[in-house]
């Protein structure tokens, strides 16, 4: 495999400290040997690809997926549990203009369709993933962007039938949302989860369906073979007729070679506090159980946890050299004490960070692989992969059973990606964009 970030991103470290790692045990897989047989091979063990199992196997379909390190190693295992509307970085007024209304309105409504099915989904195997929250609250970190919020509301409501509630920055302190903030934006959409109980659910109920899921088992080559593919394993080989790649940040340049440039990956880094006392959330005025995030490019996002632990998190890492996490360590623990100043002397025992994926369309790309017959893919979340991603996989359940999708399917998922300029090298024009960022966020 060739990745494009430091291979220290790929090891043990960026996740040894992650507080979901402490919640769920992790399960055994077997390491796939010798030559082995599937109708559908999976590349990658995040919602994704455990949603495309679970319901091929579901289905009937012999499947199985390959998950290169433990299970729930990567993004699906340690990102912050924010199960909402997203999965694309372009405003409104750009979908628009790309697709128009009528494609905009699809892409809303596959949004919105991501968290009902997950919803669902979470209800119908029975799942306990410590679900909290009622949508999603949007803070304003200026005034303008407050000004900007109250003008939005109107199209929150009109693009997903749902009514937010404002709420001005004199009554963030009743609401339980003190700090520095100048009003609120809560969309009724969505909830918080633990991502690695959702993980550890969807895999539970693929291998009852029948799927057969391999770790550690890094897919170092992927042919085209007579009626299907071959995918090259350590001590493995695996041929199956259809495959879907569902590895996104974690994506390799030649697996297939079809991906290179097509996703950039970028850290996102999350801390997580002991447990707060009763006195400590009243110090800071933050009492609600509501996921939030800030109105900033390189965005926080934060909750209270119901064990009243509080995460926070923060984009903004481009590169995984030593020197770039210790700077990244001390920036996110400085924002988190400069939001909370009542939580300066307070204990932040688990710090870890994660790739997420962008695309050079902004947008989520879930379709068949051009020139590669039988071979789909779906990624590129920006972020907000806990409702689109496992809504990917059943999509692609559908697509490699060559069905029509039974939910929203816009054109703004299937438009291919094109890829990145630089190649290899593309994360540096990141550098100035985010220097760009963090001058317009203050």
Same mark, same amino acid.
């Given at each position: ?99 128009? *209304? @009528?494609? #905009? &309105? ?6 919105? +369709?991501?968290?009902?099915? =997950? /919803?669902?989904?979470? !209800? ?78 969807? *895999? @539970?109920? #693929? &291998? ?6 391999? +770790?550690?088992?890094?897919? =170092? /080559?992927?042919?085209? !073979? ?217």
């Amino acid at each position: 495999m060739r990745r494009i970030v430091e291979p220290a991103a790929y090891g043990a470290a960026p996740v040894a400290e992650c507080w979901w790692a402490a919640t769920v045990e992790t399960p055994h897989w077997p390491a796939p040997q010798g030559e082995i047989a599937a109708d559908v091979a999976v590349i990658g063990g995040g919602f994704t690809g455990l949603s495309a199992a679970l319901h091929l196997a579901e289905a009937g379909v012999d499947v199985a997926l390959c998950e290169a390190e433990a299970p729930f190693w990567g993004a699906s295992g340690r990102n912050g549990g924010f199960c909402c509307l997203g999965g694309s970085k372009l405003s409104d007024a750009a979908l628009t203009r790309r697709f128009g *209304a @009528r494609g #905009a &309105q699809g892409w809303r409504d596959a949004q919105r +369709a991501s968290v009902d099915f =997950t /919803s669902g989904l979470i !209800d119908r195997l029975e799942l306990d993933v410590d679900r909290h929250s009622e949508g999603e609250t949007l803070l304003a970190h200026r005034p303008q962007e407050w000004e900007r919020l109250q003008r939005e509301a109107e199209e929150v409501e009109a693009g997903y039938g749902v009514t937010p509630r404002l709420v001005p920055a004199a009554d963030l302190a009743d609401a339980g949302m003190a700090g520095p903030f100048h009003g609120a934006l809560t969309v009724p959409l969505g909830f918080a989860l633990n991502p690695r109980k959702y993980a550890a659910g969807l *895999a @539970r109920a #693929a &291998q009852a369906a029948g799927a057969r899921l391999f +770790a550690p088992a890094p897919v =170092t /080559s992927l042919r085209a !073979d007579g009626s299907g593919y071959v995918l090259g394993l350590p001590g493995a080989r695996l041929r199956a007729r259809r495959v879907i790649l569902a590895t996104n940040g974690y994506s390799s340049e030649d697996v297939p070679a079809w991906m290179r440039a097509r996703y950039m990956p970028v850290a996102s880094n999350v801390i997580v506090t002991r447990p707060l006392e009763g006195d400590e959330l009243q110090a800071a005025g933050w009492t609600t159980a509501q996921m939030a995030y800030d109105t900033r490019h390189l965005l926080h996002y934060f909750r209270l946890m119901p064990d009243n632990r509080f995460l926070f998190g923060m984009r903004g890492g481009i590169y995984a050299t030593p020197r770039e996490t210790a700077r990244l360590a001390r920036a996110i623990r400085a924002d988190f004490e400069a939001m909370f100043p009542a939580w300066r002397d307070v204990e932040t025992p688990h710090l870890w960070s994660g790739l997420v994926c962008l695309t050079p369309t902004l947008l989520p790309y879930v379709g068949p692989v051009p020139d590669m017959p039988g071979v789909f893919a779906g990624f590129g979340y920006h972020g907000n992969g806990v409702a689109m991603g496992g809504y990917a996989g059943r999509i692609l359940a559908d697509l490699v059973q060559d069905r029509l999708p039974g939910a929203p399917y816009p054109e703004a998922m299937r438009r291919v990606p094109g890829r990145f300029p630089l190649g290899r090298f593309r994360r540096a024009a990141l550098v100035p964009a985010y220097a760009s960022f963090g001058w317009r966020d203050r």
